[in-house]
């Protein structure tokens, strides 16, 4: 158990992770609607969706033609981590703003730049 809350705290001690993972809770997204609205590479942003998928904190499956990335919430830990990560966020403009963004993002406009 030890292991895995560690590799949860490590994927989580990144702002750019919890940037996305502040966008996964408004709703399953790929990695073009991520990169749009986060504003790093592609590259960088597939390289923290890994450590995300490795800490067991999202998981990933093909819909269409593009790898949707969604939080694994059937797990205890995470689902009080969540909790914890949103209270922490309320009164943040940027990831408020951000939330509202991935709500709007559309992966057949932006995946098609």
Not at 43 to 69: C, N, P
Not at 80 to 105: G, P
Request: hydrophobic share 40%; net charge positive; proline share 1%.
């Amino acid at each position: 158990m030890l292991n895995k809350t560690e590799k949860i705290f490590k994927s989580l001690g990144e702002n750019n992770r919890l940037r996305i993972v502040n966008m996964l809770m408004s709703k399953p997204m790929c990695v073009c609607e991520i990169t749009e609205i986060i504003g790093l590479s592609q590259s960088t942003v597939s390289g923290h969706l890994r450590i995300l998928k490795e800490a067991e904190i999202i998981e990933d499956t093909k819909e269409g033609l593009w790898v949707e990335y969604s939080l694994i919430k059937k797990d205890e830990l995470n689902k009080t981590l969540f909790k914890l990560v949103r209270s922490m966020f309320d009164n943040d403009e940027l990831l408020e703003k951000e939330r509202r963004s991935a709500l709007l993002a559309d992966r057949n406009i932006l995946c098609k730049k």
